[in-house]
């Protein structure tokens, strides 16, 4: 099976910056579509950024600039940086990615991380 875990959540201070990391491990054949996803308290779980294996980028409107996200193939890593971070960054960050595994006959399966808490203080 295929397993994302996020790291790198924590309390920050508004203004302040924090990278997240998710690790993906498993059966992997290829890494496709990577995002992040937030869910604050008493909303919806939306969407921050997503990364394509092809470099694409697609992100929030609401984020203006601040989030940027990446990955490290060599490592089956995707990072989430995060600057100027506002009380209302404050969420669950959730990690995501279409995967294809080993012996998987190139279907894409959707997978979801555990999540990290982001809290940003005022």
């Known amino acids: 099976q295929v397993q994302l875990v996020e790291s790198g959540g924590g309390l920050v201070q508004a203004g302040g910056s924090l990278r997240l990391s998710c690790v993906v491990s498993?059966?992997?054949?290829?890494?496709?579509?990577v995002g992040w996803y937030r869910q604050a308290p008493g909303k919806q779980r939306e969407l921050v950024a997503e990364l394509s294996s092809g470099g694409s980028t697609n992100y929030a409107d609401s984020l203006e600039g601040r989030f940027t996200i990446s990955r490290d193939d060599a490592k089956n890593t995707v990072y989430l940086q995060m600057n100027s971070l506002k009380p209302e960054d404050t969420a669950v960050y959730y990690c995501n990615a279409w995967i294809t595994e080993l012996y998987g006959y190139g279907v894409q399966v959707d997978y979801w991380g555990q999540g990290t808490q982001v809290t940003v203080s005022s």
């Open positions: 498993g059966s992997i054949y290829s890494i496709n579509l």
